[in-house]
């Protein structure tokens, strides 16, 4: 099944950028105010530089934030492949307060992946659902399409909390979670249920892990040109989907079938040949 048009593929080959051997993926971690992106983004730092992970960091995390340690317009942490070392992972969070709307518009631009992390308390649903329509009307229709859509529900200790049914149920409401008989199928949000602690790195790596998955395969055919190689990067252990390398090689053209004749009769010669076997003339 092919997820996607040709104009698809042209649209979003535009947005994720590459320059000179390099590529650059861009994955967004979206959320309410105080969702936990930031510790999501930390503890894919720290485990980056603890463990033996496909991934390594750049640097530091770039933090724009206000004196609590909230977001203030957004961070910013760059990883790059092992395996492959001309594709880099920009991963950034978004401030989630309202009067932010139109920043999180600018940090939208040139996504190629989503993972939502949801406060899943429950008496923040309304504000998650709030923030979910707009990711969707942002997307121009374009999640779980075009772009991928991880959700990672961070489960408060001894609260009440929005379980992953009620979360399917919410994006059936908004037409992000399609039936078993729709095309789109089987590009239904990958939903994780979890507390944003070190404790569950394990879970919290292979969201990501999933999400660059799922962009590798939504850029399929020739997004990446030869000879790059692509792979996303494997869970830690034997947790999470196995993946497979991709290999994307430019088609073998096939030579044409070269017929030689001779100029002084027309007739057709072996391509040995140094004379004609017809009119006796010399090459």
Request: charged letters at 30%; aromatic letters at 12%; a neutral charge.
């Amino acid at each position: 099944m092919d997820p996607y048009s040709a104009d698809d593929i042209k649209r979003r080959g535009e947005k994720s950028f590459i320059t000179g051997r390099n590529i650059y993926l861009k994955i967004l971690i979206w959320g309410i105010h105080e969702s936990g992106k930031t510790a999501y983004l930390d503890i894919l730092y720290k485990m980056s530089q603890d463990e033996d992970l496909d991934i390594r960091p750049t640097g530091p995390i770039n933090k724009i934030s206000k004196a609590d340690g909230s977001t203030l317009y957004f961070d910013r942490g760059v990883f790059q492949s092992k395996a492959y070392q001309d594709v880099y992972y920009q991963i950034y969070t978004v401030a989630g307060g309202l009067r932010f709307s139109p920043l999180r518009k600018k940090m939208f631009k040139g996504s190629d992946g989503i993972i939502f992390v949801i406060d899943a308390r429950t008496g923040k649903l309304e504000e998650n659902v709030k923030i979910l329509q707009e990711l969707k009307s942002l997307s121009r229709g374009q999640l779980i399409k075009t772009i991928p859509l991880i959700v990672l529900l961070n489960k408060r200790v001894s609260e009440d909390s929005i379980t992953k049914e009620d979360f399917i149920q919410i994006l059936r409401n908004e037409d992000l979670w399609r039936g078993s008989n729709d095309e789109f199928s089987p590009w239904n949000p990958e939903i994780y249920e979890t507390v944003l602690a070190y404790e569950q790195r394990a879970v919290l790596y292979n969201c990501f892990v999933e999400c660059v998955r799922r962009i590798s395969m939504y850029r399929g055919g020739d997004f990446y040109l030869y000879p790059y190689v692509f792979r996303p990067p494997d869970p830690p252990d034997d947790i999470g989907v196995a993946t497979n390398v991709q290999r994307n090689e430019p088609a073998k053209e096939e030579e044409p079938e070269v017929e030689l004749f001779c100029r002084y009769c027309g007739s057709k010669l072996a391509m040995d040949e140094r004379f004609c076997v017809v009119c006796g003339k010399k090459f």
